[in-house]
Protein backbone atom coordinates (compact mmCIF):
# COMPACT_ATOMS: atom_id res chain seq x y z
CA UNK A 1 0.00 0.00 0.00
CA UNK A 2 1.25 3.33 -0.78
CA UNK A 3 0.28 5.32 2.62
CA UNK A 4 0.48 4.62 5.88
CA UNK A 5 -2.94 6.04 5.95
CA UNK A 6 -4.33 3.19 4.19
CA UNK A 7 -2.03 0.46 6.12
CA UNK A 8 -3.91 2.17 9.58
CA UNK A 9 -7.14 2.33 7.92
CA UNK A 10 -8.00 5.77 9.57
CA UNK A 11 -6.04 4.34 12.99
CA UNK A 12 -3.56 6.91 14.68
CA UNK A 13 -0.82 4.82 15.32
CA UNK A 14 0.22 4.63 19.30
CA UNK A 15 3.26 6.58 19.79
CA UNK A 16 5.66 3.99 21.76
CA UNK A 17 6.61 6.80 23.82
CA UNK A 18 5.52 9.02 26.55
CA UNK A 19 5.44 12.54 25.15
CA UNK A 20 5.72 11.55 21.91
CA UNK A 21 2.16 12.10 20.70
CA UNK A 22 3.10 15.82 21.86
CA UNK A 23 6.18 16.54 20.06
CA UNK A 24 4.39 15.25 16.66
CA UNK A 25 1.11 17.33 17.28
CA UNK A 26 3.80 20.55 18.05
CA UNK A 27 5.81 19.68 14.60
CA UNK A 28 2.91 18.86 12.83
CA UNK A 29 1.29 21.98 13.58
CA UNK A 30 4.57 23.77 12.98
CA UNK A 31 5.00 22.47 9.49
CA UNK A 32 1.30 24.07 9.10
CA UNK A 33 2.85 27.36 10.19
CA UNK A 34 5.64 27.16 7.79
CA UNK A 35 3.03 26.09 5.44
CA UNK A 36 4.23 22.93 4.37
CA UNK A 37 2.22 20.66 2.47
CA UNK A 38 0.84 17.60 4.65
CA UNK A 39 1.18 14.32 2.17
CA UNK A 40 -1.01 11.52 3.35
CA UNK A 41 1.97 9.29 4.37
CA UNK A 42 3.11 12.16 6.91
CA UNK A 43 2.05 11.75 10.65
CA UNK A 44 -1.06 13.65 11.18
CA UNK A 45 -3.74 14.04 14.50
CA UNK A 46 -6.40 11.76 13.58
CA UNK A 47 -8.98 14.33 14.10
CA UNK A 48 -7.17 15.91 11.22
CA UNK A 49 -7.66 13.12 9.13
CA UNK A 50 -11.37 13.10 10.37
CA UNK A 51 -11.73 16.87 9.09
CA UNK A 52 -10.38 16.17 5.80
CA UNK A 53 -12.66 12.41 5.18
CA UNK A 54 -15.60 14.61 6.19
CA UNK A 55 -14.86 18.09 4.34
CA UNK A 56 -13.21 16.19 1.08
CA UNK A 57 -16.41 13.66 1.00
CA UNK A 58 -18.98 16.35 1.40
CA UNK A 59 -17.45 17.81 -1.38
CA UNK A 60 -17.05 15.31 -3.88
CA UNK A 61 -20.86 14.42 -3.00
CA UNK A 62 -21.86 17.89 -3.84
CA UNK A 63 -19.85 17.59 -7.22
CA UNK A 64 -21.91 14.30 -8.07
CA UNK A 65 -25.25 15.30 -6.54
CA UNK A 66 -24.44 18.78 -8.71
CA UNK A 67 -24.54 16.63 -11.90
CA UNK A 68 -28.19 16.40 -11.27
CA UNK A 69 -30.22 19.89 -11.60
CA UNK A 70 -28.23 21.00 -14.48
CA UNK A 71 -28.21 17.32 -16.19
CA UNK A 72 -31.72 17.77 -16.07
CA UNK A 73 -31.76 20.51 -18.77
CA UNK A 74 -29.00 18.64 -21.46
CA UNK A 75 -32.12 17.30 -23.58
CA UNK A 76 -33.83 20.89 -23.49
CA UNK A 77 -30.95 23.05 -24.19
CA UNK A 78 -31.88 25.73 -26.68
CA UNK A 79 -29.18 24.93 -29.30
CA UNK A 80 -26.81 22.17 -30.08
CA UNK A 81 -24.07 24.61 -28.96
CA UNK A 82 -25.52 24.91 -25.66
CA UNK A 83 -26.29 21.52 -25.35
CA UNK A 84 -22.93 20.17 -25.70
CA UNK A 85 -21.19 22.85 -23.54
CA UNK A 86 -23.57 21.65 -20.76
CA UNK A 87 -22.65 18.21 -21.56
CA UNK A 88 -19.09 19.31 -21.19
CA UNK A 89 -20.07 20.88 -17.83
CA UNK A 90 -22.19 17.70 -15.93
CA UNK A 91 -19.00 15.86 -17.10
CA UNK A 92 -16.47 18.07 -15.60
CA UNK A 93 -18.33 17.63 -12.54
CA UNK A 94 -18.10 14.06 -12.52
CA UNK A 95 -14.58 14.52 -13.02
CA UNK A 96 -14.26 16.71 -9.69
CA UNK A 97 -15.83 14.42 -7.49
CA UNK A 98 -13.67 11.16 -9.22
CA UNK A 99 -10.71 13.70 -8.24
CA UNK A 100 -11.78 14.37 -4.76
CA UNK A 101 -12.61 10.71 -3.78
CA UNK A 102 -9.54 9.91 -4.64
CA UNK A 103 -8.09 12.97 -2.70
CA UNK A 104 -10.26 11.57 0.27
CA UNK A 105 -9.14 8.18 -0.34
CA UNK A 106 -5.57 8.38 0.50
CA UNK A 107 -6.71 8.97 3.97
CA UNK A 108 -7.97 5.59 4.50
CA UNK A 109 -11.43 5.86 3.42
CA UNK A 110 -12.85 3.53 0.31
CA UNK A 111 -14.61 4.96 -2.22
CA UNK A 112 -17.47 2.61 -1.43
CA UNK A 113 -17.65 3.35 2.29
CA UNK A 114 -18.44 7.04 1.39
CA UNK A 115 -20.70 6.37 -1.38
CA UNK A 116 -22.80 4.49 0.80
CA UNK A 117 -22.24 7.20 3.44
CA UNK A 118 -24.29 9.21 0.49
CA UNK A 119 -26.62 7.34 -0.58
CA UNK A 120 -28.07 6.52 3.06
CA UNK A 121 -28.51 9.64 3.40
CA UNK A 122 -25.81 9.68 6.12
CA UNK A 123 -23.38 12.17 4.57
CA UNK A 124 -24.15 15.70 3.77
CA UNK A 125 -23.58 17.52 0.65
CA UNK A 126 -23.79 21.10 -1.15
CA UNK A 127 -27.46 22.35 0.14
CA UNK A 128 -27.33 24.68 -3.31
CA UNK A 129 -28.14 21.04 -4.85
CA UNK A 130 -31.97 20.44 -3.82
CA UNK A 131 -33.78 23.37 -5.80
CA UNK A 132 -35.18 22.71 -8.45
CA UNK A 133 -33.85 23.96 -12.39
CA UNK A 134 -36.87 25.32 -13.81
CA UNK A 135 -36.35 27.14 -16.64
CA UNK A 136 -33.24 27.37 -19.13
CA UNK A 137 -32.26 30.40 -17.21
CA UNK A 138 -31.66 28.99 -14.22
CA UNK A 139 -28.47 27.04 -15.80
CA UNK A 140 -27.03 30.25 -16.30
CA UNK A 141 -28.02 30.74 -12.88
CA UNK A 142 -26.34 28.41 -11.67
CA UNK A 143 -22.97 28.77 -13.75
CA UNK A 144 -22.88 32.51 -12.93
CA UNK A 145 -23.97 32.47 -8.93
CA UNK A 146 -23.21 28.67 -7.76
CA UNK A 147 -20.34 27.75 -9.75
CA UNK A 148 -19.57 31.51 -8.98
CA UNK A 149 -19.72 30.92 -5.29
CA UNK A 150 -18.04 27.17 -5.56
CA UNK A 151 -14.52 29.19 -7.06
CA UNK A 152 -15.06 32.09 -3.96
CA UNK A 153 -14.77 28.98 -1.66
CA UNK A 154 -12.05 26.65 -3.79
CA UNK A 155 -9.42 29.21 -4.74
CA UNK A 156 -8.41 29.73 -1.32
CA UNK A 157 -8.60 25.69 -0.66
CA UNK A 158 -5.69 25.12 -3.50
CA UNK A 159 -3.52 27.02 -0.55
CA UNK A 160 -4.62 24.70 1.91
CA UNK A 161 -2.40 22.41 3.73
CA UNK A 162 -2.79 18.66 2.75
CA UNK A 163 -1.00 18.36 -0.66
CA UNK A 164 -4.12 16.01 -2.41
CA UNK A 165 -6.72 17.70 -1.91
CA UNK A 166 -4.92 21.28 -2.58
CA UNK A 167 -3.17 19.93 -6.19
CA UNK A 168 -7.04 18.66 -7.21
CA UNK A 169 -8.03 21.88 -6.16
CA UNK A 170 -6.07 23.65 -8.64
CA UNK A 171 -7.33 21.21 -11.20
CA UNK A 172 -10.86 21.82 -10.92
CA UNK A 173 -10.78 25.90 -10.13
CA UNK A 174 -9.57 25.70 -13.68
CA UNK A 175 -12.44 24.14 -15.01
CA UNK A 176 -14.69 25.86 -12.30
CA UNK A 177 -13.95 29.38 -13.95
CA UNK A 178 -15.19 28.18 -17.60
CA UNK A 179 -17.75 26.93 -15.97
CA UNK A 180 -18.76 30.66 -14.24
CA UNK A 181 -18.05 32.08 -17.31
CA UNK A 182 -20.99 29.77 -19.46
CA UNK A 183 -23.63 30.75 -16.81
CA UNK A 184 -22.70 34.11 -17.26
CA UNK A 185 -23.05 34.11 -20.99
CA UNK A 186 -26.17 32.45 -20.89
CA UNK A 187 -27.14 35.12 -18.67
CA UNK A 188 -25.67 37.97 -20.86
CA UNK A 189 -28.16 36.26 -23.78
CA UNK A 190 -31.41 36.34 -22.12
CA UNK A 191 -30.85 39.78 -20.40
CA UNK A 192 -30.26 41.33 -23.45
CA UNK A 193 -32.83 39.56 -25.56
CA UNK A 194 -36.77 39.65 -25.19
CA UNK A 195 -38.45 41.53 -22.46
CA UNK A 196 -39.84 37.46 -21.65
CA UNK A 197 -36.25 36.67 -21.62
CA UNK A 198 -34.86 39.33 -19.32
CA UNK A 199 -37.91 38.18 -16.89
CA UNK A 200 -36.88 34.58 -17.11
CA UNK A 201 -33.39 35.92 -16.01
CA UNK A 202 -34.33 37.81 -13.28
CA UNK A 203 -37.02 34.90 -11.74
CA UNK A 204 -34.25 32.48 -11.90
CA UNK A 205 -31.87 35.29 -10.17
CA UNK A 206 -34.55 35.33 -7.52
CA UNK A 207 -35.03 31.77 -6.39
CA UNK A 208 -30.66 30.98 -6.33
CA UNK A 209 -29.56 34.12 -4.83
CA UNK A 210 -30.21 33.48 -1.13
CA UNK A 211 -29.50 29.98 -1.67
CA UNK A 212 -26.04 30.66 -2.93
CA UNK A 213 -25.27 33.08 -0.16
CA UNK A 214 -25.80 29.99 2.04
CA UNK A 215 -23.09 27.58 0.40
CA UNK A 216 -20.65 29.29 2.19
CA UNK A 217 -21.77 27.84 5.22
CA UNK A 218 -23.44 28.87 8.57
CA UNK A 219 -22.06 32.06 9.86
CA UNK A 220 -18.72 32.69 11.12
CA UNK A 221 -20.22 32.50 15.04
CA UNK A 222 -22.22 29.21 14.11
CA UNK A 223 -19.62 27.30 12.67
CA UNK A 224 -18.77 24.50 14.79
CA UNK A 225 -15.84 23.25 12.68
CA UNK A 226 -13.93 26.69 11.72
CA UNK A 227 -11.71 27.69 14.10
CA UNK A 228 -9.69 24.11 14.55
CA UNK A 229 -10.02 24.33 10.54
CA UNK A 230 -8.51 27.80 10.33
CA UNK A 231 -5.80 26.48 12.51
CA UNK A 232 -4.90 23.31 10.21
CA UNK A 233 -5.21 26.09 7.22
CA UNK A 234 -7.49 23.38 5.66
CA UNK A 235 -9.61 26.86 5.95
CA UNK A 236 -7.47 30.08 4.56
CA UNK A 237 -10.88 32.52 4.51
CA UNK A 238 -13.92 32.57 6.62
CA UNK A 239 -17.36 31.68 5.84
CA UNK A 240 -18.60 35.04 6.34
CA UNK A 241 -15.36 36.38 4.28
CA UNK A 242 -16.20 34.42 1.41
CA UNK A 243 -19.50 35.64 1.60
CA UNK A 244 -18.82 39.37 1.67
CA UNK A 245 -16.52 38.66 -0.98
CA UNK A 246 -18.65 36.85 -3.18
CA UNK A 247 -21.70 39.32 -2.92
CA UNK A 248 -18.82 42.15 -3.28
CA UNK A 249 -18.03 40.50 -6.78
CA UNK A 250 -21.27 39.05 -8.32
CA UNK A 251 -23.54 42.86 -7.56
CA UNK A 252 -21.59 44.72 -10.30
CA UNK A 253 -22.23 41.75 -12.68
CA UNK A 254 -25.81 41.71 -12.21
CA UNK A 255 -25.68 45.74 -12.36
CA UNK A 256 -23.85 44.82 -16.18
CA UNK A 257 -26.97 42.71 -16.74
CA UNK A 258 -29.36 44.77 -15.51
CA UNK A 259 -31.06 42.71 -13.38
CA UNK A 260 -31.33 43.15 -9.48
CA UNK A 261 -30.74 41.42 -6.65
CA UNK A 262 -33.73 40.26 -4.65
CA UNK A 263 -32.50 41.97 -1.68
CA UNK A 264 -33.57 45.55 -0.09
CA UNK A 265 -31.59 45.95 2.08
CA UNK A 266 -28.64 45.54 -0.24
CA UNK A 267 -26.64 48.81 -0.59
CA UNK A 268 -22.64 49.55 -0.96
CA UNK A 269 -21.52 51.05 2.64
CA UNK A 270 -18.55 53.57 1.86
CA UNK A 271 -16.94 52.96 5.30
CA UNK A 272 -16.75 49.67 4.94
CA UNK A 273 -15.63 49.30 1.24
CA UNK A 274 -18.31 46.18 1.29
CA UNK A 275 -21.57 45.71 0.15
CA UNK A 276 -24.49 45.12 3.31
CA UNK A 277 -27.09 43.13 2.59
CA UNK A 278 -30.17 41.94 4.52
CA UNK A 279 -30.17 39.03 6.76
CA UNK A 280 -29.98 34.56 5.22
CA UNK A 281 -32.89 32.97 6.39
CA UNK A 282 -30.58 30.00 8.22
CA UNK A 283 -33.91 28.06 9.15
CA UNK A 284 -34.39 27.63 5.24
CA UNK A 285 -30.55 26.37 5.64
CA UNK A 286 -30.91 23.71 8.42
CA UNK A 287 -34.20 22.73 7.22
CA UNK A 288 -32.60 21.72 3.27
CA UNK A 289 -29.16 20.34 5.32
CA UNK A 290 -31.63 18.89 7.35
CA UNK A 291 -32.62 16.08 4.00
CA UNK A 292 -36.44 18.70 4.09
CA UNK A 293 -35.19 20.75 0.84
CA UNK A 294 -37.41 20.68 -2.31
CA UNK A 295 -35.54 18.30 -4.20
CA UNK A 296 -33.45 15.93 -1.24
CA UNK A 297 -35.59 12.76 -1.77
CA UNK A 298 -35.46 13.53 -4.89
CA UNK A 299 -31.75 14.08 -5.61
CA UNK A 300 -31.11 10.67 -3.39
CA UNK A 301 -33.46 8.69 -4.69
CA UNK A 302 -32.20 9.75 -8.48
CA UNK A 303 -28.51 8.73 -7.35
CA UNK A 304 -29.74 5.27 -6.06
CA UNK A 305 -31.68 4.39 -8.73
CA UNK A 306 -28.32 5.06 -10.72
CA UNK A 307 -26.51 2.95 -8.87
CA UNK A 308 -29.19 -0.09 -9.16
CA UNK A 309 -29.26 0.84 -13.10
CA UNK A 310 -25.15 0.40 -13.07
CA UNK A 311 -24.70 -2.96 -10.93
CA UNK A 312 -24.80 -5.35 -14.11
CA UNK A 313 -22.05 -3.21 -15.83
CA UNK A 314 -19.72 -3.47 -12.17
CA UNK A 315 -20.90 -7.23 -12.34
CA UNK A 316 -19.87 -7.94 -15.73
CA UNK A 317 -16.63 -5.95 -15.41
CA UNK A 318 -15.74 -7.33 -12.12
CA UNK A 319 -16.51 -11.07 -13.84
CA UNK A 320 -13.97 -10.07 -17.04
CA UNK A 321 -11.34 -9.00 -14.94
CA UNK A 322 -11.63 -12.36 -12.80
CA UNK A 323 -11.63 -14.53 -16.15
CA UNK A 324 -8.26 -12.84 -17.23
CA UNK A 325 -6.84 -12.92 -13.93
CA UNK A 326 -7.59 -17.02 -13.83
CA UNK A 327 -6.47 -17.25 -17.68
CA UNK A 328 -3.32 -15.33 -16.88
CA UNK A 329 -2.02 -17.19 -13.57
CA UNK A 330 -3.25 -20.75 -16.26
CA UNK A 331 -0.78 -19.71 -18.61
CA UNK A 332 2.02 -18.97 -15.96
CA UNK A 333 1.52 -22.21 -14.35
N1 LIG B 1 -24.49 22.68 2.53
C1 LIG B 1 -24.56 21.59 3.31
N2 LIG B 1 -23.93 21.53 4.50
C2 LIG B 1 -23.22 22.61 4.89
C3 LIG B 1 -23.11 23.77 4.11
C4 LIG B 1 -23.79 23.79 2.89
N3 LIG B 1 -23.77 24.84 2.07
N4 LIG B 1 -22.34 24.65 4.78
C5 LIG B 1 -21.99 24.08 5.94
N5 LIG B 1 -22.53 22.86 6.01
C6 LIG B 1 -22.43 21.91 7.12
C7 LIG B 1 -21.00 21.46 7.35
O1 LIG B 1 -20.68 20.40 6.47
C8 LIG B 1 -21.06 21.06 8.80
O2 LIG B 1 -21.75 19.82 8.92
P1 LIG B 1 -21.07 18.50 9.59
O3 LIG B 1 -20.48 18.92 10.89
O4 LIG B 1 -22.20 17.54 9.72
O5 LIG B 1 -20.03 18.03 8.64
C9 LIG B 1 -21.99 22.09 9.40
O6 LIG B 1 -22.79 22.58 8.32
C10 LIG B 1 -21.29 23.23 10.10
O7 LIG B 1 -20.64 24.11 9.18
P2 LIG B 1 -19.13 24.59 9.32
O8 LIG B 1 -19.01 25.95 8.76
O9 LIG B 1 -18.66 24.40 10.72
O10 LIG B 1 -18.44 23.50 8.39
P3 LIG B 1 -17.11 23.57 7.53
O11 LIG B 1 -15.98 24.13 8.33
O12 LIG B 1 -16.91 22.25 6.91
O13 LIG B 1 -17.42 24.66 6.39
C11 LIG B 1 -17.79 24.61 4.00
C12 LIG B 1 -18.40 24.42 5.40
C13 LIG B 1 -17.41 26.09 3.85
C14 LIG B 1 -18.84 24.24 2.96
C15 LIG B 1 -16.53 23.75 3.89
O14 LIG B 1 -16.84 22.40 4.20
C16 LIG B 1 -15.89 23.77 2.53
O15 LIG B 1 -15.21 24.73 2.19
N6 LIG B 1 -16.03 22.69 1.74
C17 LIG B 1 -15.37 22.52 0.48
C18 LIG B 1 -16.11 23.13 -0.64
C19 LIG B 1 -17.44 22.45 -0.90
O16 LIG B 1 -17.76 21.40 -0.39
N7 LIG B 1 -18.24 23.07 -1.75
C20 LIG B 1 -19.55 22.52 -2.06
C21 LIG B 1 -20.00 23.07 -3.32
S1 LIG B 1 -19.17 22.26 -4.64
C22 LIG B 1 -19.90 22.82 -5.94
O17 LIG B 1 -20.60 23.74 -5.77
C23 LIG B 1 -19.72 22.10 -7.22
C24 LIG B 1 -19.56 23.02 -8.33
O18 LIG B 1 -19.31 22.29 -9.44
C25 LIG B 1 -20.66 23.95 -8.56
Same mark, same amino acid.
Given at each position: ?128 ? =? ?30 ? %? ?20 ? %? ?30 ? %? ?15 ? #?????? =? ?44 ? %????? #?? =???? =? ?37
Amino acid at each position: MYTQALDTHGKEPVPPVAGEADSHAARFQARIDEEEKIEPKDWMPEAYRQTLIRQISQHAHSEIVGMLPEGNWITRAPTLKRKAVLIAKVQDEGGHGMYLYSAAETLGISRAEMLEQLLSGAAKYSSIF =NYPTLTWADIGAIGWLVDGAAIMNQIPLCRCS %FGPYSRAMIRICKEESFHQRQG %FDIMIKLCQGRAEQKAMAQDALNRWWWPSLMM %FGPPDADSVHSAQSALW #KIKILS =NDELRQRFVDQTVPQADYLGIKMPDPLLKWNEQRGHYDFGPIDWEE %FHNVI #KG =NGPC =NRDRLRTRVQAREDGAWVREAALAYAEKRAAKAMKEAA
